[in-house]
T-cell receptor
């Protein structure tokens, strides 16, 4: 089936630095990629929708300048958390929509210290 | 717009007992409905999905769900709980359109006691 590969699985970074998370569709073309954030013991909240070759659409309350999304090709979308702070520590998950439904990356656990 | 409400943030059952996790949806268009399970520190695993075919949907691990339009519900059931079923369960909805995201409920934690 369709697979989305997400890297890294976990990352620890210092406050003020930037972290890039990559999601690749391995055997299909992902025109659209969805990015979610999940805080501990909470649900997945949609952060943004990225479309290949165009600007991402952010959900209300999500800072565009802090969470930079790039979807330059049909197989790669990236999320960069800029100037990370401890409150950005969370589980980030990407999702694509191949023909047979939704498929999710394995998630990235970000810890900002 | 689509949304789902999961009734009960925490459900506890005994091993061998019926599992019932409730989900009600709201959608302005015919919905696609999903149930996912998440184990601690892991990603999401699809249990089952409703995409306007049969209203009773069978999934993995003995789970099933029934789409009831009149009640706007999509409750998840399993006849006999196993200890390994203890996890977080999420109901999700999307519009029947390409490029639309899944919207998740707040989740229900299922505990199974021996």
């Amino acid at each position: 089936g369709a697979v989305v590969s997400q890297h890294p699985s976990w990352v620890i970074c210092k406050s003020g630095t930037s972290v890039k998370i990559e999601c690749r569709s391995l055997d299909f073309q992902a025109t659209t990629m969805f990015w979610y954030r999940q805080f501990p013991k909470q649900s997945l909240m949609l952060m943004a929708t990225s479309n290949e070759g165009s600007k991402a659409t952010y959900e209300q309350g999500v800072e565009k300048d802090k969470f930079l999304i790039n979807h330059a090709s049909l197989t790669l979308s990236t999320l960069t958390v800029t100037s990370a702070h401890p409150e950005d520590s969370s589980f980030y998950i990407c999702s694509a929509q191949p023909m047979e439904g939704y498929t999710f990356g394995s998630g990235t656990r970000l810890t900002v210290v | 717009a689509q949304s789902v409400t999961q009734l009960g943030s925490h459900v506890s059952v005994s091993e061998g007992a019926l599992v019932l996790l409730r989900c009600n949806y709201s959608s302005s268009v015919p919905p696609y409905l999903f149930w996912y399970v998440q184990y601690p520190n892991q990603g999401l695993q699809l249990l089952l999905k409703y995409t306007s075919a049969a209203t009773l949907v069978k999934g993995i691990n003995g789970f099933e769900a029934e789409f009831k339009k009149s009640e706007t519900s999509f409750h998840l059931t399993k006849p006999s709980a196993h200890m390994s079923d203890a996890a977080e369960y999420f109901c999700a909805v999307s519009a029947n359109q390409a490029g639309t995201a899944l919207i998740f409920g707040k989740g229900t934690t299922l505990s199974v006691s021996s």
